[in-house]
């Protein structure tokens, strides 16, 4: 097979997620053909995805070296240094890039979120709009528009740039979650309050475990300490990707199945199943029109210490999520009364509570319960500064495709 073959062969598995077989594919290219800058550049962002930054630059110097205009070499340069914490270096990348193929949607979406990160959220704006000029559907312009016009508490035009979304994607995750904040900013608390359904969107329900388990206590003790000796437990997070600020997770807790594991899995699925048959049947909602015939479940612990905390944040990448707890301590002397409770409404990312404290709602966790929300619903706990662990299990229910 020839090296043009060799590199449409490996691009299709690329696309496909098929991530090995592309890889060797275009590692057998730059064996052939070291300085081959396009099977250097994929297979520099195959080395981004995974983590491995030494890589990723390595083969983007080599694209570079053989193709000083490559493009999208110049794109993998902007991505790298932004996982590199190289903004500047970022921005010179992607700018290079636009200067070498005008008028790309990516790269000005890119360079509008590097001014976020540097608080010029009307810089950023500006180069979103430029990107919807050129792509009027990228829904990534359109929400990261509405991100920052939030930032500048401008809810109406944010309204409008969450529309662009939804008109294209109406289950839109983050799309929604701006829209609560827009809605509420613009007094209309009844349209962000449908979205949210606090008490028939968001629920707490109790998990029914097994009968041959004396009581939920020794269940939950059980469960603790599986958590604490599963093999995947870490302390080595990204807080850019996590949000969760101190303490240690769990990541993928169904994988290594131990008895206690297993029946919180299938308690789990049951009270899920139980909340999904009850919700009412509606095309025009955002959350119930997407209901699931089939789900996946992704699952993690989190274990937190004195004034460990979980940051204001969404799941972008579900449809419903919950959180189980397992463990709550118990309050100190002039603590917080509300020290450990689950928060919801109030924004993240640093969107600025545009209606203060209007619609920030909180429930008090305990040992055994479980609530399942939206995944769009803004949702946050409030610091502890006593003594204890608070422990509790997270879960994302994503839609199966059937």
Same mark, same amino acid.
């Given at each position: 097979?020839?090296?043009?073959?060799?590199?449409?062969?490996?691009?299709?598995?690329?696309?496909?997620?098929?991530?090995?077989?592309? $890889?060797?594919?275009?590692?057998?290219?730059?064996?052939?053909?070291?300085?081959?800058?396009?099977?250097?550049?994929?297979?520099?962002?195959?080395?981004?995805?995974?983590?491995?930054?030494?890589?990723?630059?390595?083969?983007?110097?080599?694209?570079?070296?053989?193709?000083?205009?490559? *493009?999208?070499?110049?794109?993998?340069?902007?991505?790298?240094?932004?996982?590199?914490?190289?903004?500047?270096?970022?921005?010179?990348?992607?700018?290079?890039?636009?200067?070498?193929?005008?008028?790309?949607?990516?790269?000005?979406?890119?360079?509008?979120?590097?001014?976020?990160?540097?608080?010029?959220?009307?810089?950023?704006?500006?180069?979103?709009?430029?990107?919807?000029?050129?792509?009027?559907?990228?829904?990534?312009?359109?929400?990261?528009?509405?991100?920052?016009?939030? /930032?500048?508490?401008?809810?109406?035009?944010?309204?409008?740039?969450?529309?662009?979304?939804?008109?294209?994607?109406?289950?839109?995750?983050?799309?929604?979650?701006?829209?609560?904040?827009?809605?509420?900013?613009?007094?209309?608390?009844? $349209?962000?309050?449908?979205?949210?359904?606090? &008490?028939?969107?968001?629920?707490?329900?109790?998990?029914?475990?097994?009968? &041959?388990?004396?009581?939920?206590? +020794?269940?939950?003790?059980?469960?603790?300490?599986?958590?604490?000796?599963?093999?995947?437990?870490? /302390?080595?997070?990204?807080?850019?990707?996590?949000?969760?600020?101190?303490?240690?997770?769990?990541?993928?807790?169904? $994988?290594?199945?131990?008895?206690?594991?297993?029946?919180?899995? /299938?308690?789990?699925?049951?009270?899920?199943?139980?909340?999904?048959?009850?919700?009412?049947?509606?095309?025009?909602?955002?959350?119930?029109?997407? /209901?699931?015939?089939?789900?996946?479940?992704? +699952?993690? &612990?989190?274990?937190?210490?004195?004034?460990?905390?979980?940051?204001?944040?969404?799941?972008?990448?579900?449809? *419903?999520?919950?959180?189980?707890?397992?463990?709550?301590?118990? %309050?100190?002397?002039?603590?917080?009364?509300?020290?450990?409770?689950?928060?919801?409404?109030?924004?993240?990312?640093?969107?600025?509570?545009?209606?203060?404290?209007?619609?920030? $709602?909180?429930?008090?966790?305990?040992?055994?319960?479980?609530?399942?929300?939206?995944?769009?619903?803004?949702?946050? +706990?409030? %610091?502890?500064?006593?003594?204890?662990?608070?422990?509790?299990?997270?879960?994302?229910?994503?839609?199966?495709?059937?």
């Amino acid at each position: 097979m020839n090296p043009q073959d060799t590199l449409r062969l490996a691009i299709s598995h690329h696309n496909a997620g098929r991530i090995a077989e592309a $890889e060797r594919l275009y590692r057998d290219i730059l064996g052939a053909l070291p300085g081959h800058p396009v099977a250097a550049t994929l297979l520099a962002r195959l080395a981004l995805r995974t983590g491995h930054l030494g890589e990723a630059r390595g083969l983007i110097a080599t694209a570079l070296a053989s193709a000083p205009d490559y *493009m999208q070499a110049h794109n993998a340069l902007g991505d790298w240094a932004e996982q590199s914490s190289e903004p500047a270096i970022a921005h010179r990348a992607y700018l290079r890039a636009l200067a070498l193929v005008p008028g790309q949607a990516d790269s000005l979406v890119k360079l509008g979120n590097l001014a976020q990160q540097a608080d010029d959220n009307a810089g950023a704006s500006i180069v979103y709009r430029r990107a919807l000029v050129v792509h009027p559907e990228s829904l990534s312009a359109a929400n990261n528009l509405a991100a920052a016009l939030l /930032k500048q508490a401008d809810p109406a035009a944010a309204l409008e740039a969450t529309d662009r979304v939804l008109g294209r994607e109406p289950s839109h995750v983050r799309a929604t979650a701006y829209r609560t904040i827009a809605l509420r900013a613009l007094g209309r608390d009844g $349209e962000a309050d449908a979205l949210i359904g606090l &008490g028939s969107l968001v629920r707490s329900v109790r998990l029914e475990v097994s009968a &041959g388990l004396a009581n939920a206590a +020794t269940f939950n003790a059980d469960l603790a300490a599986a958590l604490k000796t599963h093999p995947n437990l870490s /302390k080595d997070w990204d807080p850019a990707q996590r949000a969760i600020r101190g303490g240690a997770i769990v990541h993928r807790l169904f $994988e290594h199945q131990v008895p206690v594991i297993s029946t919180f899995e /299938k308690s789990l699925r049951a009270a899920i199943d139980a909340v999904i048959a009850d919700l009412p049947d509606d095309p025009h909602h955002p959350y119930l029109a997407a /209901k699931p015939s089939a789900y996946d479940l992704d +699952t993690w &612990g989190n274990l937190l210490g004195a004034s460990d905390h979980q940051s204001a944040h969404i799941h972008n990448l579900g449809w *419903m999520s919950g959180v189980y707890y397992v463990t709550v301590p118990e %309050p100190e002397p002039g603590d917080d009364p509300h020290a450990g409770w689950i928060e919801f409404n109030r924004p993240g990312y640093g969107i600025p509570p545009l209606s203060g404290a209007a619609g920030i $709602e909180t429930i008090c966790p305990e040992p055994g319960m479980a609530i399942l929300f939206p995944s769009y619903v803004w949702h946050g +706990t409030i %610091p502890f500064s006593g003594g204890g662990e608070r422990i509790s299990i997270a879960f994302d229910l994503h839609p199966r495709v059937v």
